[in-house]
């Protein structure tokens, strides 16, 4: 990195637990000139404020600026999934290149907070890569892993994430129907907003669900999938009609592995 070259650090914060940060990103915090925290609209204050919260506690031994992102919404009416997302993707590149261009001054170390890890169903990564591949900003990058939402499930319901040799399938509820069971004994299911585990009709899986994990909010679930599913929905309803939102993950597993 040259001297006068900027930074942009995406800091992995963990998935809620105040104490789940490591000590590399409380380090790369302190060291921040600008912060690049992203405003999702309403429903998301909450995770502002959390995220505001962490600044607050490690930030406080050097001076910086904070920009708040607005972050453009997605078409979630549209049809082509995949060109939603994608011209999302596009008009977010907009923002983050015209704020990182208009902010982060020569010599400077930005960041952006990643919930969980940064490597894991997050567009953070994608977004500052295809701004540098646009070539009208240039800065140097850098990852501060986090604990992930998977861990801290794990953790919580006190398992492992695989069986005994076998690999685990990592998916998100949209594309939990494609999942193979016989193949992957554990299968891992982020961001799903339609809780795709109340169509399967397996009568050998466990399921471990975690929802606001790591906060006080927290709730876990777990048991033979056919008996707790109807449990998990009305738990899931009550939580997102109280708070407005809900972030929740589950394990999903074929009983009778090796
Ligand atoms: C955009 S992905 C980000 C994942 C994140 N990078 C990670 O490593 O955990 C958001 C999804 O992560 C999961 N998630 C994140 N934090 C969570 C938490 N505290 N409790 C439960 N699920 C969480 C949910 O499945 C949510 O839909």
Not at 67 to 91: E, F, K, L, S
Request: one cysteine or more; proline letters at 3%.
């Amino acid at each position: 990195v040259l001297p006068d070259s900027r930074v942009m650090k995406l800091i992995g914060i963990g998935a809620g637990h105040p104490e789940q940060i490591t000590l590399q990103a409380i380090h790369a915090l302190a060291r921040v000139d600008v912060l690049f925290l992203t405003d999702k609209g309403e429903d998301s204050a909450d995770l502002l404020a959390a995220r505001k919260a962490v600044c607050a506690q490690y930030m406080q031994s050097r001076p910086h600026r904070t920009v708040v992102i607005q972050d453009p919404a997605r078409d979630r009416a549209a049809g082509d999934y995949t060109g939603a997302v994608r011209a999302w993707h596009d008009a977010r590149a907009d923002v983050y290149e015209q704020l990182i261009e208009q902010h982060l001054g020569a010599g400077e170390c930005g960041a952006l907070l990643v919930w969980g890890d940064p490597a894991i169903y997050d567009s953070a990564l994608r977004l500052l890569q295809s701004v540098l591949a646009r070539g009208r900003v240039s800065f140097d990058y850098e990852i501060i892993p986090g604990i992930s939402s998977i861990q801290a499930l794990a953790a919580r319901h006190r398992i492992s994430l695989h069986d005994i040799g076998q690999s685990i399938h990592i998916t998100t509820g949209r594309r939990l129907s494609d999942a193979d069971f016989d193949a992957h004994s554990s299968v891992v299911v982020l961001l799903d907003g339609r809780c795709a585990f109340a169509a399967l009709t397996r009568p050998d899986l466990i399921i471990y669900w975690g929802a606001y994990l790591g906060t006080s909010d927290e709730l876990l679930i777990a048991g033979a999938l056919s008996d707790v599913s109807e449990q998990i929905l009305a738990a899931r309803a009550d939580a997102r009609r109280r708070k407005g939102w809900i972030l929740d993950i589950y394990l999903l597993r074929r009983h009778g592995g090796p």
